[in-house]
Nanobody
């Protein structure tokens, strides 16, 4: 019974900023990698940012230097600060994490339901 819930999506003008958050809850033992993906209508889901348990980060070329991913391990939360947003950033943004359940000795993939981000004038 683990769950990822995204929040912070909405409508923003080109060049604006938005901060997404994702909180994990339930019978959690530990969390390995945490990532943000996005999917625009009619397109495949793509990875936009990753942060590991030891705070290493990686970004898609399309968002590098504009987005920043961070995490709070004590709160089981990952954030995505999005600056200088472009219309191409319009998509549903999904949180992903490798989570070990309490009493388990392995990690399983978990996905949030997504939050809509619309960049439009």
């Amino acid at each position: 019974q683990v769950q990822l819930v995204e929040s912070g999506g909405g409508l923003v003008h080109p060049g604006g900023s938005l901060r997404l958050s994702c909180a994990a809850s339930g019978s959690i033992g530990s969390i390995n990698d945490m990532e943000w993906f996005r999917q625009a209508p009619g397109k495949e889901r793509e990875m936009v940012a990753t942060v590991t348990s030891d705070l290493r980060t990686n970004y898609a070329d399309s968002v590098k230097d504009r987005f920043t991913i961070s995490r709070d391990n004590a709160k089981n939360t990952v954030l995505l600060q999005m600056n200088s947003l472009k219309p191409e950033g319009t998509a549903v943004y999904y949180c992903y994490a490798q989570i070990r359940r309490y009493r388990d000795n392995y990690y399983s993939a978990q996905w949030g339901r997504g939050t809509q981000v619309t960049v439009s004038s």
